[in-house]
């Protein structure tokens, strides 16, 4: 069993940067992928970013690409999304999530590969 505790949201204006924590407790957090999706309201779940648990290497959407950074500190149990340059359109419910699968690249964005989520934390981006 593992459990995720979201935390780090909040209300920024347009261009600003938070910064989300991810706090994992449970099984050994090394040997999971870990990912962080968000949902909009009347909106599905939608995918953000993703460590693979085979390669260790990451993955982000197209909408986010080269604006978030998704890191990890296994010491901490911890994974990060840091957002920067945020626009209204990144407003949403933001979840992290773990997976014992070893999916790669696109296959990480599959909402139905992770086993735990967190209860997610809102971030709110006003114009």
């Known amino acids: 069993q593992v459990q995720l505790v979201e935390s780090g949201g909040g209300l920024v204006q347009a261009g600003g940067s938070l910064r989300l924590s991810c706090a994992a407790s449970g099984r050994t957090f090394s040997s999971y992928g870990m990912g962080w999706f968000r949902q909009a309201p009347g909106k599905e779940r939608e995918f953000v970013a993703a460590?693979?648990?085979?390669?260790?290497?990451?993955y982000y959407a197209d909408s986010v690409k080269g604006r978030f950074t998704i890191s990890r500190d296994n010491a901490k149990n911890t994974v990060y999304l840091q957002m920067n340059s945020l626009k209204p359109e990144d407003t949403a419910v933001y979840y992290c999530?773990?997976?014992?699968?070893?999916?790669?690249?696109?296959?990480?964005?599959?909402?139905?590969?992770?086993?735990?989520w967190g209860q997610g934390t809102q971030v709110t981006v006003s114009s």
């Open positions: 999530a773990s997976t014992s699968t070893s999916a790669r690249g696109s296959f990480l964005a599959l909402v139905s590969l992770y086993n735990y």
């Open positions: 460590f693979s648990r085979s390669d260790g290497l990451t």
